[in-house]
C-alpha cells in the first residue's frame, strides 16, 4: 500500500453514471450516480449481490445498454475520450479492441453455429487489417497461450463440443485477441467448478501480468476478489456504499453493509457455531426507502440515516457511504440533526470521485 | 474393519460394524450403490451403446443426528446419490436401508450367489418416506407456482392421512413459524417470495412430515451471499431443534465445512475420502480433497496462496479412465514418478484410523513437502502451448 490512489492517472474514470430503465412499473434506477476509477495494470474488484447494478455498470461502460434502459447521467473518461459521447463507430473500435469483456455463461456468449477459431478470428479482423489467413493463425496462437491443449483442432471445433472451462478460456482468448488494455470479466469463474475456477484465475494472473491490462472484475464471491483485486468497489442497490484499496476494505471496512458481508460467509478453517447475518433482504428497486439505502437491514440505523449519507472519505484512499464517523463512531453531528443540517452536512463531506 | 465392502445379502444383515460405527446408530446404510444412465444410440435410437457411471459402487452410512456433508465437482455423481437413496430414481445395483427398513437391495451384474432384487413395497415405501424429505437447490423451479404457501407445506401431510383442514393449516402455521416465515402469508403464492424466503418455504415443506432424515441438495448454492448465512443458520437451529440428521450436498467446501460433522468427497461417480470435518480439512488423505482444497480463494488478500492447479478437466463418466479415476491428473501419481499400480488396480476406502477412510493407494505420501512441490510444479497456465 505504498502507493496513494489518485497519484496515478486512472485508464477508466467513471464519475456520476446514472443508468435508469423505464419499465412498465415505473423506473428503476439500476445505476444511480457510481464513480469508479481503475489504474494501468490494475485490478478493480466490484462487489455486490445480485440486483446491485455491478453488471449494468460494465455494461454502460460497454455502451451495451438496451432499451428501455438508458445512461441518463455521468461521464466515462477512458484514456482521455468520453465514452458517452463517442459517434457510435468510434465506439465500436474501442470495444472489443481497447475495452474487452467476457460475460459469465461463455455458452450464450459464444455464437453455436460458427467454429471456435472463426469467431476468435472475427474479432481479429474486425480491429486489425490481416489477411484471413493471418486471422485464424492468430486465433490458433491465442487459444495456445490461453491453455487449450490442441489448439489447431480446437479452433476448428464448435462451442458445444468443449467443456464449460474450455469455453471460458476461449471467450478469455476472444477477448484478449486485439491486446486490449481494459478486460471487463463479469462473474468470469461463477458458473464454473472450483477446480477449473482456479485455473481460469492462475490464467487471468498470468495473462494480466504479460500483457500490462488492467482488469474491472466483477464478482459476489468475495474470496474471489480477495484473489485477484488491487482496489475494490463494493455495490449496493446501485451505488457504491465503499471503496478502497483491497487490504482496506478486508481489514477495515466501515460500511455496515461491507462489514456484514464479511462476517455472513462461512470460511475454511474458522469454526462457528453460528453465522452473522444481514437481516433482511435487498430493497425493491422500484420502492427503496429514503435516506440511506441500507437502514432498513443495518445494525447500526439511527434517525438521521432518514437523510442520504454522503460518500466521504474515512481515511485517504477510503470511502464509505455511511453516517457513522469515519472510526465507527456516532456521527459527529449526533444522531438525530434536523434534515437541513445532515443536507448541508452531506454537501460538505461527499468527495465527488473516491 | 474390511477394506472392501461385500454387498450384503437380504438374509444375513450386515454385520454390526460393517461402516465402522455401532448399528444402533445407524439411521441410513448405503451398500454399494450403483447407477448407470443408459446411452440410446444406434439407428432407431433404443439399442444401449454405453452408460454414464453416475455412481459407481458407493458405501457409507448416516449416523442418527449428524450432518454429512458431501462435496465434490459438478458430474461427480452427488446429486443422482441423493435421489437414488430416496428412491426418486431407480437403483441400478446395490442396497439402501432407512432406518431398519431396506428401501431396495439389487445385486449386481453376475453377482453370485444369484439372488432376487428386493424392493419395499408401496406401502413401506408411504411409510419410509414420512421420514425422508428433501430440500432442493433451485427454489425457483422446485414449488410449484399454481399452489399457495398453505398447500405446498400442508401437501405432504395431506397425502399422508392429514386430511382435518382445520389441523393442517394449524400444522402449516407451526411450520412456517418454525422457518421464521410470516404465518400471515399462508396464503400467498411462491412468485410473491425472495429466493431466500422460498428456500424457507422448500425447507417447511420437507419438515411437516417431522421426518428423521433430509437431503440438502445444494440449499444454498442459489441464493446471494447475505441470503445464504440466514438459511444456513437456520438448518443448524433446526437440526438441533428437531434432531434432524442430514446429506448435506454441495460444492462449497466452506458451507459444508460449516454444516457437517463427517464429509465425503465424491470424484466421478466414486467416494474418494470419508472423514470427520476436522480431519479431512486440517489433514485431508486424498490427493483430490488436497487439491480441491488448495482450489478454493479465500476472502482475505493477506493469504493469497499459491494452489495446486489440476491439468485438464473431469473425465467423461461414461468412460472414466482406467484404474484410479483421478490418475489422470493426479499431482501425487507425478511426484512419485506415475507408478504403474495407479492406472491397473482401482483403489478402494480403506481406513487410516481414527474414522478417515481414503480410496488412494498412496495416501501416506502425501506431506507438507509433497503438497508444496505439487504447488511449485503447477505452471502459471495449465497445459503446455501447442
Given at each position: 500500500m505504498t502507493e496513494t490512489r489518485g497519484?496515478?492517472?486512472?485508464?477508466?474514470?467513471?464519475?456520476?453514471?446514472?443508468?435508469?430503465?423505464?419499465?412498465?412499473?415505473?423506473?428503476?434506477?439500476?445505476?444511480?450516480?457510481?464513480?469508479?476509477?481503475?489504474?494501468?495494470?490494475?485490478?478493480?474488484?466490484?462487489?455486490?449481490?445480485?440486483?446491485?447494478?455491478?453488471?449494468?455498470?460494465?455494461?454502460?461502460?460497454?455502451?451495451?445498454?438496451?432499451?428501455?434502459?438508458?445512461?441518463?447521467?455521468?461521464?466515462?473518461?477512458?484514456?482521455?475520450?468520453?465514452?458517452?459521447?463517442?459517434?457510435?463507430?468510434?465506439?465500436?473500435?474501442?470495444?472489443?479492441?481497447?475495452?474487452?469483456?467476457?460475460?459469465?455463461?461463455?455458452?450464450?456468449?459464444?455464437?453455436?453455429?460458427?467454429?471456435?477459431?472463426?469467431?476468435?478470428?472475427?474479432?481479429?479482423?474486425?480491429?486489425?487489417?490481416?489477411?484471413?489467413?493471418?486471422?485464424?493463425?492468430?486465433?490458433?496462437?491465442?487459444?495456445?497461450?490461453?491453455?487449450?491443449?490442441?489448439?489447431?483442432?480446437?479452433?476448428?471445433e464448435h462451442p458445444h463440443q468443449l467443456s464449460g472451462g474450455m469455453r471460458q478460456r476461449v471467450m478469455i482468448a476472444m477477448a484478449l485477441s486485439t491486446n486490449p488494455e481494459l478486460l471487463i470479466a463479469d462473474e468470469p469463474t461463477t458458473a464454473l467448478d472450483v477446480t477449473i475456477q482456479a485455473q481460469i484465475l492462475e490464467l487471468m494472473k498470468a495473462l494480466r501480468e504479460k500483457n500490462g491490462m488492467a482488469i474491472m472484475l466483477i464478482t459476489h464471491d468475495l474470496g474471489v476478489v480477495a484473489e485477484m483485486s488491487d482496489d475494490v468497489s463494493v455495490m449496493y442497490a446501485g451505488k457504491i456504499v465503499e471503496a478502497s484499496d483491497a487490504i482496506t476494505v478486508f481489514d477495515k471496512a466501515h460500511h455496515p453493509y461491507t462489514r456484514g458481508l464479511l462476517a455472513s460467509i462461512p470460511r475454511m478453517g474458522v469454526k462457528r457455531e453460528r453465522l452473522e447475518v444481514i437481516e433482511g433482504v435487498v430493497p425493491n428497486p422500484l420502492n427503496l426507502p429514503k435516506g440511506c439505502l441500507f437502514k432498513r437491514r443495518c445494525p447500526y440505523a439511527m434517525p438521521i440515516c432518514d437523510n442520504p449519507p454522503p460518500l466521504r472519505e474515512v481515511t485517504p484512499g477510503h470511502v464509505s457511504r455511511c453516517w457513522l464517523a469515519p472510526d465507527g463512531g456516532k456521527p459527529e453531528l449526533g444522531e438525530a440533526p434536523s434534515a437541513a443540517e445532515a443536507e448541508a452536512a452531506a454537501k460538505t463531506l461527499t468527495v465527488a470521485n473516491p | 474393519m474390511t477394506d472392501i465392502r461385500t454387498p450384503n445379502t437380504l438374509t444375513t444383515p450386515p454385520p454390526p460394524g460393517a461402516a465402522g460405527i455401532a448399528e444402533a446408530d445407524t439411521l441410513?446404510?448405503?451398500?454399494?450403490?450403483?447407477?448407470?444412465?443408459?446411452?440410446?444410440?444406434?439407428?432407431?435410437?433404443?439399442?444401449?451403446?454405453?452408460?454414464?457411471?453416475?455412481?459407481?459402487g458407493v458405501s457409507f452410512s448416516v449416523k442418527r443426528g449428524e450432518a454429512l456433508g458431501l462435496v465434490g465437482e459438478s458430474g461427480c455423481g452427488k446429486t443422482t446419490l441423493g435421489k437414488v437413496i430416496l428412491r426418486l430414481l431407480p437403483a441400478t445395483s446395490g442396497r439402501v436401508e432407512m432406518d431398519g427398513q431396506v428401501l431396495f437391495d439389487i445385486p449386481a451384474k453376475g453377482e453370485k450367489p444369484q439372488r432376487q432384487s428386493v424392493y419395499a413395497g408401496k406401502e413401506a415405501m408411504k411409510k419410509v418416506?414420512?421420514?425422508?424429505?428433501?430440500?432442493?437447490?433451485?427454489?425457483?423451479?422446485?414449488?410449484?407456482?399454481?399452489?399457495?404457501?398453505?398447500?405446498?407445506?400442508?401437501?405432504?401431510?395431506?397425502?399422508?392421512?392429514?386430511?382435518?383442514?382445520?389441523?393442517?393449516?394449524?400444522?402449516?402455521?407451526?411450520?412456517?413459524?418454525?422457518?421464521?416465515?410470516?404465518?400471515?402469508?399462508?396464503?400467498?403464492?411462491?412468485?410473491?417470495?425472495?429466493?431466500?424466503?422460498?428456500?424457507?418455504?422448500?425447507?417447511?415443506?420437507?419438515?411437516?412430515?417431522?421426518?428423521?432424515?433430509?437431503?440438502?441438495?445444494?440449499?444454498?448454492?442459489?441464493?446471494?451471499?447475505?441470503?445464504?448465512?440466514?438459511?444456513?443458520?437456520?438448518?443448524?437451529?433446526?437440526?438441533?431443534?428437531?434432531?434432524?440428521?442430514?446429506?448435506?450436498?454441495?460444492?462449497?467446501?466452506?458451507?459444508?465445512?460449516?454444516?457437517?460433522?463427517?464429509?465425503?468427497?465424491?470424484?466421478?461417480?466414486?467416494?474418494?475420502?470419508?472423514?470427520?470435518?476436522?480431519?479431512?480439512?486440517?489433514r485431508p488423505s486424498h490427493p483430490y480433497t488436497v487439491a480441491l482444497l488448495s482450489a478454493v480463494p479465500e476472502p482475505d488478500p493477506h493469504r493469497r496462496k499459491k494452489r495446486i492447479i489440476l491439468k485438464g478437466d473431469i473425465p467423461s463418466p461414461a468412460n472414466p479412465p482406467s484404474g484410479c479415476r483421478f490418475h489422470t491428473r493426479c499431482w501425487l501419481r507425478e511426484q512419485l514418478g506415475r507408478p504403474e499400480r495407479c492406472t491397473t488396480e482401482e483403489p478402494q476406502l480403506r481406513s487410516l484410523g481414527h474414522g478417515q477412510e481414503t480410496a488412494c493407494h498412496f495416501s501416506e505420501e502425501i506431506s507438507a513437502t509433497a503438497v508444496e512441490n505439487a504447488v511449485a510444479s503447477s505452471a502459471p497456465i495449465p497445459t503446455a502451448a501447442v
Open positions: 497519484s496515478n492517472e486512472a485508464l477508466l474514470e467513471v464519475k456520476d453514471l446514472r443508468t435508469h430503465f423505464a419499465t412498465a412499473d415505473g423506473l428503476v434506477k439500476a445505476v444511480d450516480g457510481v464513480s469508479l476509477r481503475i489504474r494501468p495494470g490494475k485490478t478493480l474488484g466490484v462487489v455486490g449481490e445480485s440486483g446491485c447494478g455491478k453488471s449494468i455498470t460494465a455494461l454502460s461502460i460497454m455502451r451495451l445498454i438496451e432499451r428501455p434502459g438508458r445512461v441518463v447521467s455521468g461521464s466515462i473518461s477512458f484514456d482521455g475520450q468520453d465514452l458517452i459521447a463517442l459517434p457510435e463507430d468510434e465506439m465500436r473500435d474501442v470495444r472489443g479492441n481497447q475495452i474487452s469483456m467476457i460475460f459469465q455463461e461463455p455458452m450464450t456468449s459464444l455464437n453455436p453455429v460458427y467454429t471456435c477459431g472463426d469467431q476468435i478470428a472475427e474479432a481479429v479482423s474486425r480491429h486489425s487489417n490481416v489477411s484471413k489467413r493471418a486471422a485464424m493463425d492468430r486465433a490458433v496462437d491465442m487459444l495456445s497461450q490461453v491453455g487449450i491443449p490442441d489448439p489447431k483442432r480446437r479452433a476448428t | 441410513v446404510r448405503v451398500d454399494n450403490l450403483v447407477k448407470y444412465f443408459d446411452i440410446r444410440g444406434g439407428l432407431l435410437g433404443v439399442s444401449t451403446i454405453g452408460a454414464v457411471k453416475a455412481v459407481d418416506r414420512q421420514n425422508m424429505q428433501v430440500v432442493f437447490q433451485d427454489p425457483y423451479a422446485s414449488l410449484n407456482p399454481r399452489m399457495s404457501v398453505g398447500e405446498l407445506v400442508g401437501e405432504g401431510p395431506l397425502v399422508h392421512g392429514m386430511t382435518d383442514k382445520k389441523e393442517r393449516e394449524a400444522l402449516v402455521r407451526d411450520m412456517l413459524s418454525r422457518v421464521d416465515l410470516n404465518q400471515t402469508h399462508i396464503h400467498r403464492y411462491p412468485h410473491e417470495f425472495s429466493g431466500g424466503q422460498r428456500q424457507r418455504i422448500g425447507i417447511a415443506r420437507a419438515l411437516a412430515l417431522h421426518p428423521d432424515f433430509i437431503v440438502c441438495d445444494e440449499p444454498v448454492s442459489a441464493l446471494d451471499v447475505s441470503i445464504q448465512s440466514q438459511v444456513l443458520n437456520l438448518l443448524n437451529d433446526l437440526q438441533a431443534e428437531m434432531g434432524l440428521t442430514y446429506l448435506f450436498i454441495a460444492h462449497n467446501l466452506a458451507v459444508v465445512e460449516h454444516i457437517s460433522d463427517r464429509v465425503g468427497v465424491m470424484y466421478l461417480g466414486k467416494l474418494v475420502e470419508l472423514a470427520d470435518v476436522d480431519d479431512i480439512y486440517a
